[in-house]
């Protein structure tokens, strides 16, 4: 099933329900995951241009790719959509897009649908 093995921005609103963005205080081993706590913003692509990641070696950040990473901000990969619906059973919840924002196929056709036309979600909404 399709994708053309690219990085996109369609727009995935933030998924306010994940833990990541309270998780801004250190833990018992002193092990911050989210310093930047709720006003934290996925670069996806760009983030990853720009920062690097811990697991990138021989160095975090790559002076030849951070001149790319303004470009690339908030794009994430076309994902394959085969087995997209796979699941154990019907009544299992999946969660679709990089942070799980969409519940279901219908919902993220919908929001392919109307995400130009319809008025922006309030920041607060889930
Ligand atoms: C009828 C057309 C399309 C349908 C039904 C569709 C459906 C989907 C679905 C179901 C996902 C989530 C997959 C998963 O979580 O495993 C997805 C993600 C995505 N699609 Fe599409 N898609 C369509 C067209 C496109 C096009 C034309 C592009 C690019 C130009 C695109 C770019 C992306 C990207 C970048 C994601 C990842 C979003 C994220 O991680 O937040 N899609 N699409």
Redesign the pocket.
């Known amino acids: 099933l399709f994708t053309?093995f690219s990085?996109?921005n369609?727009g995935?609103p933030a998924n306010r329900r994940l833990p990541f963005y309270a998780q801004n205080r250190p833990d018992a081993l002193g092990y911050a995951a989210n310093p930047a706590g709720a006003s934290f913003v996925d670069l996806g692509v760009g983030g990853f241009l720009l920062n690097g990641h811990p697991l990138s070696q021989p160095s975090a950040q790559d002076p030849r790719w951070v001149v790319h990473a303004a470009d690339n901000n908030a794009r994430?990969?076309?994902?394959t959509?085969r087995n997209?619906d796979k699941r154990p059973d019907p009544t299992f919840v999946k969660a679709?897009?990089?942070?799980g924002y969409?519940k279901s196929?219908k919902e993220?056709?919908h929001f392919?649908n109307t995400r130009d036309t319809l008025p922006r979600c309030r920041a607060d909404a889930i």
């Open positions: 053309d990085a996109s369609i995935t994430f990969r076309v994902p959509l997209v679709y897009g990089h942070n969409f196929l993220i056709v392919y």
